[in-house]
């Protein structure tokens, strides 16, 4: 549907971003999403958008520039890791890693532009990756980027990040854990990759208060998601954002072969139909919302496809 302020990155070279057939971070993970938004007919009810690579000096924003050396390099080269065993190199890797941050800045720059509103980015909210590091399948971090990229381009300096993937986003974290316009929302699963997210931290300095880490045990589900999530909307009612950035992995739902959250996607829905309200409110309706992990199948289309839901039901109204 030309001219939906809600846009849906519907992409096959983001496809590209996996490791293998045999690896938890598969290449089919794309299609999976695809296949059921387009069964949904929800690809009707939204702006189509492709996406594109990211130069250097985007990625450098917040990556080293021996750090994208070291991944050009390995990508060429084909094999080995680019951290400790959880990423392998994949040829193209890096050239498939480009694309994600350059498809997430697109969509940064429609809304700023103000041609959408609301954006979803499939395989995007690589929340792992550090500085100078791959993590946990994650190799460049298109969240810290997309941040940089809001406030050097746009003088958007006040972002709400929010993560309700299974695992806490420990890349975005501790980048800005010292950053007082940063608010930070990640209710994940506890004792479980990469074993950060603690309550106590709060965020340090100036920026003290305005991170929330909420763990929740194995096997919590949608009713221990609801009892927590009106701590995230005071945080963000308090802090008042202009942009919000939304990472809703699909691995907190049941049966993920990674961890043991119970989620249906209801938990996906409502947290997208919140954040709405919230962007409507505080941030001229601007909500980014990014795929993130989930490493089965039917729990990628059910949560993504759920979010995409909420993106295009809610009123743009205040
Ligand atoms: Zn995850």
């Known amino acids: 549907m030309v001219g939906a302020l809600t846009a849906v990155y519907l992409d096959p070279q983001l496809a590209e971003y996996g490791f293998g057939e045999d690896h938890p971070f598969n290449n089919f993970r794309y299609g999976a999403f695809a296949e059921a938004f387009q069964h949904l007919l929800l690809d009707k009810r939204v702006t189509i958008m492709k996406g594109c690579l990211a130069t250097d000096a985007e990625i450098t924003q917040f990556h080293t520039q021996e750090y994208l050396n070291f991944i050009k390099k390995k990508s060429a080269e084909g094999s080995g890791f680019l951290d400790y065993g959880d990423t392998p190199v994949v040829p193209g890797i890096f050239e498939a890693s480009a694309y994600v941050v350059g498809t997430v800045l697109d969509a940064v720059d ?57 695992h806490h986003g420990d890349g975005v974290y501790y980048a800005f854990e010292n950053d007082g316009d940063l608010v930070f929302a990640d209710i994940h699963q506890s004792g479980i990759f990469p074993g950060t997210g603690h309550p106590y931290e709060q965020g340090k300095g100036q920026a003290k208060g305005k991170k929330l880490n909420i763990p929740l045990p194995a096997g919590a589900g949608d009713e221990d998601f609801f009892a927590v999530w009106p701590h995230v909307e005071k945080l963000l009612e308090q802090e008042k954002p202009e942009f919000i950035i939304l990472q809703c992995g699909a691995d907190s739902l049941a ?41 089965n199948l039917q729990n990628i289309a059910r949560a993504w496809t759920a979010v995409v839901r909420s993106l295009i039901d809610m009123p743009f109204d205040k």
Not at 131 to 151: E, K, P, Q
Not at 255 to 266: H, I, R, T
């Open 255 to 295: 049966d993920d072969p990674l961890a043991y959250l119970q989620y249906s996607e209801k938990p996906h829905a409502y947290a997208t139909r919140r954040l709405c309200e919230l962007a409507n409110k505080y941030a001229q309706g601007r909500l980014l919302a990014l795929g993130g992990g989930g490493y």
């Open 110 to 166: 429609q809304m700023m532009e103000g041609t959408i509103k609301r954006a979803f980015v499939p395989i995007a909210g690589l929340h792992h990756s550090h500085t100078a590091a791959a993590s946990g399948f994650c190799v460049f971090n298109d969240i810290a980027i997309a941040i940089h990229t809001l406030r050097q381009k746009y003088n958007v300096e006040k972002i709400a990040y929010v993560d309700i993937d299974v």
